[in-house]
T-cell receptor, first 114, second 117 residues
Framework: AQSVTQLGSHVSVSEGALVLLRCNYS??????LFWYVQYPNQGLQLLLK??????LVKGINGFEAEFKKSETSFHLTKPSAHMSDAAEYFC????????????FGGGTRVLVKP | GAVVSQHPSWVICKSGTSVKIECRSL??????MFWYRQFPKQSLMLMAT?????????EQGVEKDKFLINHASLTLSTLTVTSAHPEDSSFYIC?????????????FGPGTRLTVL
């Protein structure tokens, strides 16, 4: 079985400050890892994904994430928060051998203060 | 490209009625579509996986007779909530995987908010 844990259901950052969202996973086999963003009453938009290539992955809107196998982590960062980054962020894991299903973490809501 | 739509975007219905939600891939053919539900302030939970032309595979704990899924074409899947009750009120989101796409790519629809009175 695989699972995803996102530390912190809410994160508050000042505009221009670093955004750090934590994600840890458990999986019996090397997984694919994803970060999605969800704006209110909307579906999910893919920010970035790790699929066993480079461990540092760059995504859209200035976000990046680093896969650390030894720590079973895939934390999401952005050097400088923008007001438009206020949203819900979900980390997800996919095990290719298990029907390619996504398992989502609990989500982290980001609030950006002016 | 890779746009997925859902209809309706929101629906309010009376308890006991059935509601159908459509999920369409607008510019690609989707061999596989996934249905999720999301309760307020919670994460997405996979309900079922549907493959075009075959029966859907439901996750443990999801009643297949209550949540009817049909994937009759490569661009359309429908979720019918039968005899809806207030506890079925939720945000339902579909995603689609392209027939010619990577296995790790899913494109999400905008969601349908269902409120059962």
């Amino acid at each position: 079985a695989q699972s995803v844990t996102q530390l912190g259901s809410h994160v508050s950052v000042s505009e221009g400050a670093l955004v750090l969202l934590r994600c840890n996973y458990s999986s019996s086999v090397p997984p694919y890892l994803f970060w999605y963003v969800q704006y209110p009453n909307q579906g999910l938009q893919l920010l970035l994904k790790y699929t066993s290539a480079a461990t540092l992955v760059k995504g859209i809107n200035g976000f990046e994430a680093e896969f650390k196998k030894s720590e079973t982590s895939f934390h999401l960062t952005k050097p400088s928060a923008h007001m438009s980054d206020a949203a819900e962020y979900f980390c997800a894991v996919m095990r290719i051998s298990a029907g390619n299903k996504l398992t989502f973490g609990g989500g982290t809501r980001v609030l950006v203060k002016p | 490209g890779a746009v997925v739509s859902q209809h309706p975007s929101w629906v309010i219905c009376k308890s006991g009625t059935s509601v159908k939600i459509e999920c369409r891939s607008l510019d690609f053919q989707a061999t596989t579509m996934f249905w999720y539900r999301q309760f307020p302030k919670q994460s997405l939970m996979l309900m079922a996986t549907s493959n075009e032309g075959s029966k859907a595979t439901y996750e443990q704990g999801v009643e297949k007779d209550k949540f009817l899924i049909n994937h009759a074409s490569l661009t359309l899947s429908t979720l019918t909530v039968t005899s809806a009750h207030p506890e079925d009120s939720s945000f339902y989101i579909c995603s689609a995987r392209a027939a010619s796409g990577r296995v790790d790519e899913q494109f999400f629809g905008p969601g349908t908010r269902l409120t059962v009175l």
